[in-house]
């Protein structure tokens, strides 16, 4: 039996000069056969992108015979009140610090010292994992759902390392995330979550700071540094070593989730 299928893209993958092609995107989501587009942003508005508002993409949608629906629970941010933050030395134990700011999605350097969302917590986060039952929920339903955020690369963004992981672990019998990297109609291209999982373990052993480390190298009286990640394979403990990595690249910091939630907008969550 075939596996039922969960899209995601970003809507910045049809950017058309200054805009969003609104019409481009909906003729996508109608070729793969989309019912529900799930919007996954902390805040669904766009200050760059309007036409990229929830009420304007809610009126485009019934235009397109295609729902609208806005998972807040799915958002890479969560909110100050959830216990979903980590020092940064606790979520990757090299010292690696500061992080630069121009690697961070706030433009704001981390010590190791700062708190930022740790991605380990968030996906054990009620608030979070009730968002998933959504997404379950949809799927027995018989719906196909397009997951979106603003990020047009997939890799960077977290409905691939945030999202989409979580739901192929706890339902990877029944769904398979797709995602869409490629705008044309007529030749519109996917990527399956393994191989950007591939991708990303390629992207992180080769950063020049990550190569520094040697985690690989062992001594008579050291282990390698790989040895205490998480896993009972060499390949299960480079994936938790990269994704706490990307981790400190994309977990928001606390103070900056907070002025967020006092009134601040951002594309990229």
């Known amino acids: 039996m075939d596996k039922l299928k969960l899209y ?7 950017q058309n000069g200054n805009d969003i092609d609104i019409k481009n995107l909906f003729s996508i989501l109608q070729k793969f056969n989309i019912t529900h587009l799930v919007d996954v942003r902390s805040i669904p508005y766009s200050r760059q992108y309007p036409s990229c508002n929830a009420d304007n993409l809610k009126l485009a949608g019934a235009y397109f015979s295609i ?5 807040p629970e799915l958002g890479a941010k969560a909110s100050p009140s959830q216990d979903v933050f980590s020092k940064a030395s606790d979520i990757f134990f090299e010292n690696i610090f500061p992080i630069s700011k ?10 190791s010292d700062d708190k930022i969302v ?3 917590k968030l996906r054990n986060d009620d608030f979070f994992l009730n968002g998933i039952r959504r997404i379950e929920t949809a799927y027995n339903k018989n719906y196909t759902l397009a997951i979106m955020c603003s990020e047009k690369n997939p890799v960077e963004c977290h409905r691939y390392f945030l999202i989409s992981n979580i ?7 029944m769904i398979e995330v797709q995602h869409i990297i490629k705008p044309s109609n007529s030749d519109s291209s996917i990527i ?4 950007i ?24 009286l ?20 990269c994704d706490r990595y990307w981790n400190l690249l994309h977990g928001w910091k606390m103070d900056i989730v907070k002025q967020t939630y006092d009134g601040e907008y951002y594309d990229t969550i």
């Open 222 to 241: 050291e282990p390698a540094i790989i040895d205490k990640y998480c896993g009972n394979t060499l390949e299960e403990k480079i994936n938790d070593f």
């Open 67 to 71: 729902s609208y629906i806005h998972i």
């Open 8 to 14: 995601t893209f970003g809507y910045t993958l049809f």
């Open 102 to 111: 121009s690697n961070r999605p706030e433009n704001i350097a981390i010590n």
């Open 197 to 220: 999982g591939m991708h990303l373990n390629k992207i992180v052993l080769n950063k020049m700071e990550i190569k520094k480390l040697n985690i690989f190298n062992h001594t008579l």
């Open 118 to 120: 740790d991605f380990k």
């Open 192 to 195: 399956s979550n393994k191989e």
């Open 167 to 173: 739901i192929e672990q706890k339902f990877g019998d």
